[in-house]
């Protein structure tokens, strides 16, 4: 599959100057099942993202609240600035890396395998007019597990947290929509080349017919894969901080 390249004068995700960048590689620690996608994913294509808003009063409310981002490798360079001057790279292994105060990422060994947890501490969930802190939480974050004992039971060896694995699906349907549009721009210079040839250009109909119905599809599943990305971070509180929602 060719991805689209990323942009890197947007990247981190955040452009506030308060903002601390944690870049984690876990390839490392995934166990290599050749009949999971995952571990391919992050040695290859994936990195968490975790911003923390650190540089700014302490009495602020804001101060210490955690965002958790999945982002592809060509989407980061070190030579972004924000990165550069604000950003650290890690590599999880075996034992817990505290990346600051209010994060750490834990990798549980239990009966099922492997867990790996972001545990987000002292998190201020505000009111509905976000002026006012309601509580402060603390929350464990599963960023990724292991089924060794549920293989047979239509689990999958390894998955996602749940909103990490929406938003994987919404950039693979995205991915799709890019890929099939491409086809489109192939298709239509075959028949700028073949003018000429009515046999091409009927055969180019007929594909270019199929094509915008795969098109369709992939809009389809796209905007419902971004629908369910949108309900996580709709309903998780420690995404949102709120009690207003």
Same mark, same amino acid.
Request: hydrophobic share 35%; aromatic share 12%.
């Given at each position: 599959?060719?991805?689209?390249?990323?942009?890197?004068?947007?990247?981190?995700?955040?452009?506030?100057?308060?903002?601390?960048?944690?870049?984690?590689?876990?390839?490392?620690?995934?166990?290599?099942?050749?009949?999971?996608?995952?571990?391919?994913?992050?040695?290859?294509?994936?990195?968490?993202?975790?911003?923390?808003?650190?540089?700014?009063?302490?009495?602020?409310?804001?101060?210490?609240?955690?965002?958790?981002?999945?982002?592809?490798?060509?989407?980061?360079?070190?030579?972004?600035?924000?990165?550069?001057?604000?950003?650290?790279?890690?590599? &999880?292994? +075996?034992?817990? @890396? %505290? !990346?600051?105060?209010?994060?750490?990422?834990?990798?549980?060994?239990? *009966?099922?395998?492997?867990?790996?947890?972001?545990?987000?501490?002292?998190?201020?969930?505000?009111?509905?007019?976000?002026?006012?802190?309601?509580?402060?939480?603390?929350?464990?974050?599963?960023?990724?597990?292991?089924?060794?004992?549920?293989?047979?039971?239509?689990?999958?060896?390894?998955?996602?947290?749940?909103?990490?694995?929406?938003?994987?699906?919404?950039?693979?349907?995205?991915?799709?929509?890019?890929? &099939?549009? +491409?086809?489109? @721009? %192939? !298709?239509?210079g075959v028949a700028d080349r073949?003018?000429?040839?009515? *046999?091409?250009?009927?055969?180019?109909?007929?594909?270019?017919?199929?094509?915008?119905?795969?098109?369709?599809?992939?809009?389809?599943?796209?905007?419902?894969?971004?629908?369910?990305?949108?309900?996580?971070?709709?309903?998780?509180?420690?995404?949102?901080?709120?009690?207003?929602?």
């Amino acid at each position: 599959m060719n991805y689209e390249r990323g942009k890197m004068s947007i990247f981190p995700l955040a452009m506030n100057t308060a903002d601390k960048y944690d870049v984690v590689f876990i390839g490392d620690v995934v166990p290599n099942y050749r009949n999971s996608h995952l571990p391919n994913l992050f040695n290859n294509d994936y990195v968490f993202l975790f911003t923390t808003m650190l540089n700014q009063d302490k009495d602020s409310y804001w101060y210490g609240h955690v965002n958790i981002d999945l982002v592809r490798h060509d989407q980061l360079s070190y030579f972004n600035h924000h990165l550069r001057e604000r950003g650290d790279f890690h590599v &999880l292994g +075996d034992e817990s @890396l %505290i !990346l600051n105060d209010f994060l750490e990422l834990v990798p549980e060994k239990t *009966e099922k395998g492997i867990q790996i947890i972001a545990h987000l501490k002292k998190q201020n969930i505000l009111g509905k007019d976000y002026r006012t802190v309601k509580m402060v939480k603390n929350f464990q974050v599963l960023l990724l597990s292991e089924n060794k004992g549920k293989r047979y039971d239509n689990y999958p060896i390894l998955e996602l947290g749940p909103e990490f694995q929406a938003e994987i699906e919404f950039a693979e349907a995205t991915q799709r929509c890019y890929d &099939l549009n +491409d086809s489109t @721009l %192939i !298709l239509k210079g075959v028949a700028d080349r073949n003018k000429r040839n009515p *046999e091409v250009i009927n055969a180019v109909e007929v594909v270019q017919e199929a094509l915008n119905k795969d098109i369709n599809d992939a809009e389809v599943k796209k905007d419902q894969a971004f629908e369910r990305y949108l309900e996580y971070k709709r309903r998780l509180s420690y995404i949102h901080k709120s009690t207003g929602f």
